[in-house]
């Protein structure tokens, strides 16, 4: 759900806290082959509400613990503090100092993207407004 409608878009799930029990009875309701067509982009629909399979990124901890992203996942440790480690593709390495790395999916991409945008420009007017109040 969208918790800042006036300052997000909410692409993946453009609802607000409102409306999500009629969206979640409707897709359950519906949730039958026979009501679901694809369109030209591979977008299912369902009468009133259309929706997208994506692909989930996944990673497994040293532990054996099993994580899935529809976005994003962070590598690096719990407590976000710097580290010494190698990235290591095939026989291409480098060293790297960091709190750790953001692994972002296809989605997570453009959508981490989008956000940053989004929330200067929300700032932005932010500030544009309050400047122009004090000096009006």
């Known amino acids: 759900m969208n918790p800042m409608p006036d300052m997000f878009d909410g ?7 409102t409306e999500l029990q009629a969206v979640l009875l409707h897709t359950l309701e519906s949730h039958t082959p026979e009501s679901h067509t694809l369109d030209s982009q591979g977008a299912c629909t369902n009468n009133r509400i259309k929706y997208q399979s994506v692909t989930l990124a996944e990673a497994t901890t040293n ?38 790395i953001i692994v972002s999916t296809g989605l997570g991409s453009t959508g981490w993207m989008k956000s940053i945008v989004t929330g200067a420009q929300a700032i932005c007017q932010r500030t544009s407004t309050a400047y122009q109040q004090s000096v009006g």
């Not at 692409?11 to 806290?17: A, D, G, S, V």
């Open 11 to 17: 692409i993946l799930l453009p609802f607000r806290l």
């Open 63 to 100: 532990l054996g613990d099993r994580l899935l992203a529809v976005n994003d996942l962070f590598i690096g440790p719990q407590s976000h503090t710097s580290a010494r480690y190698q990235l290591r593709q095939q026989e291409v390495q480098e060293e790297q100092c960091s709190s750790g």
